[in-house]
């Protein structure tokens, strides 16, 4: 079975912290995503990776940073942190090997409160 | 950028009931899915259904896609309330199969 690990799943932070989100997947996916969901908004992309060291730019990403220097690690950075990046953080992996079945697999989420 | 609407936004029935949701999306896709996701947790994905299929069933569940109108239906039969959740599509894009757009769900409450 895929899984797909979080470091957290609760968090609380305070304002202009640096705070860190680790993801890690086990199937050897390529790509990665990092989204955050908010009541009544569904899921927005903030990053994905389809390789290491690749990253591109989601729907909302403005405050965030990502890294992925190992294949099955994607980590997600608010530089500093702010009050409405309060939200509940997903990260979720799929493979390339076919194009047109591209199920992701979630983690478990991270559900961060910056005070 | 919002893809996929569902429809309704809250749904409640009782036990043994059929539920049926809906979702419409705005652009050509090579898939669509529709995921899972329990309160407080990750997402499970659930069925995905082709752009060149019309109907497909998965157990208790049946996807339909209507390609020229855009939507797609999720019916589960004989409910149960072990399937109170929230329920999203996601599509594809034409340009990137990589990722994936989702609508903001419909919330499923099963009443014993």
């Known amino acids: 079975d895929v899984k797909v690990t979080q470091s957290s799943r609760y968090l609380v932070k305070r304002t202009g912290e640096k705070v860190f989100l680790e993801c890690v997947q086990d199937m050897d996916h390529e790509n990665m995503f990092w989204y955050r969901q908010d009541p009544g908004l569904g899921l927005r992309l903030i990053y994905f990776s389809y390789d290491v060291k690749m990253k591109e730019k989601g729907d909302i990403p403005e405050g965030y940073s990502v890294s992925r220097e190992k294949k099955e690690r994607f980590s997600l950075i608010l530089e500093s942190a702010s009050t409405n990046q309060t939200s509940m953080y997903l990260c979720?992996?799929?493979?390339?090997?076919?194009?047109?079945?591209?199920?992701?697999?979630f983690g478990p989420g991270t559900r961060l409160t910056v005070l | 950028s919002q893809q996929g609407e569902e429809d309704p936004q809250a749904l409640s029935i009782q036990e043994g009931e059929n539920a049926t949701m809906n979702c419409s999306y705005k652009?050509?896709?090579?898939?669509l899915q529709w995921y899972r996701q329990n309160s407080g947790r990750g997402l499970v994905h659930l069925i995905l259904i082709r752009s060149n299929e019309r109907e497909k069933h998965s157990g208790r569940l049946r996807v339909t896609l209507d390609t020229s109108k855009k939507s797609s239906s999720l019916l589960i039969t004989a409910s149960r309330a072990a399937d109170t959740a929230s329920y999203f599509c996601a599509t594809d894009g034409m340009d990137s199969s990589y990722k994936l757009i989702f609508g903001s769900g419909t919330r499923l409450l099963v009443r014993p």
């Open positions: 652009t050509s896709i090579n898939n």
């Open positions: 979720a992996s799929s493979t390339q090997v076919h194009w047109d079945y591209n199920e992701q697999f």
